[in-house]
């Protein structure tokens, strides 16, 4: 299977220091893949990486064989989403102003959205089921409810490939699992090729069909969630002893902690 985003010993970080080093990483059409690791393990840094937000030191990154510092950004915006951790937008818009911003790369200079734009945008607030709420302000939403539209802003662009940091941060256990149902859901039905961050091993478990294990700005270990959330693994990288056994709905690893003191 050809990857649908190729990255190849890609290094990179902020000032002098190099957060991520010599990575390599291929990531293919279909994929739910969860990245995981302990802080300061590079995560955040390799997601800024390969969204352009942060430029590169070494190595190359490759969208369907194309070299992504090569794509004009208006192109990239138009086949690739990035929703940050931080969903605050620092000024006071509407929902469906927010959700609208995600159609720009779409739209020429100074051109304003067309009745199809604000259809399309109609239609990612009805996916992650916030439309009831297009006419009320950012700042008035709670924080699933939030997170829940700056998705839909992100699906405003049609992307094929969908970075997320931590989109469950900040989210009471409800709302993560509805959060990640609906990415699921998208994943599964829409063919939206999906690469998130996540801290809760058992949600990246129970979500994931490949997870790569980054520890000290390098990959670990990647595969499929049996093959990386082993004892010996987690121990290793997070310095933590657990005990893995099988999630009896899921079939997937469940990771237990084991406390230090009893």
Do not use: W
Request: aromatic letters at 6%; glycine letters at 6%.
């Amino acid at each position: 299977m050809s990857a649908l985003l190729k990255i190849s010993n890609l290094s990179g970080g902020y000032y002098k220091e190099e957060v991520v080093r010599d990575l390599s990483l291929n990531v293919n059409q279909g994929d739910f893949m969860v990245i995981i690791g302990p802080n300061g393990s590079g995560k955040t840094t390799l997601l800024r990486l390969v969204t352009r937000v942060l430029p590169l030191r070494k190595g190359e990154i490759f969208y369907k064989n194309e070299n992504i510092a090569q794509m004009n950004l208006k192109e990239f915006c138009r086949k690739v989403a990035f929703v940050s951790q931080d969903a605050s937008t620092g000024f006071s818009f509407t929902v469906m102003e927010l959700v609208l911003m995600g159609r720009i790369p779409h739209l020429k200079r100074l051109q304003y959205e067309t009745k199809r734009d604000i259809e399309i945008a109609e239609e990612k607030l009805s996916l992650t089921d916030t439309l009831s709420l297009k006419d009320k302000h950012i700042d008035e939403l709670s924080a699933g409810e939030r997170q829940r539209v700056v998705i839909a802003r992100a699906l405003a662009q049609e992307p094929e490939l969908l970075f997320l940091d931590e989109p469950t941060a900040h989210l009471d256990i409800g709302h993560q699992v509805q959060t990640l149902d609906l990415l699921k859901k998208l994943n599964r039905e829409n063919k939206l090729t999906i690469v998130m961050i996540l801290h809760d091993l058992n949600l990246a478990s129970a979500y994931s069909n490949r997870i790569a294990l980054l520890d000290k700005g390098i990959i670990f270990k990647e595969g499929r969630p049996e093959e990386v959330l082993t004892y010996q693994n987690i121990e290793a990288v997070y310095k933590t002893i657990v005990l893995v056994n099988d999630n009896s709905v899921t079939g997937k690893p469940n990771i237990v902690l084991v406390p230090g003191e009893k």
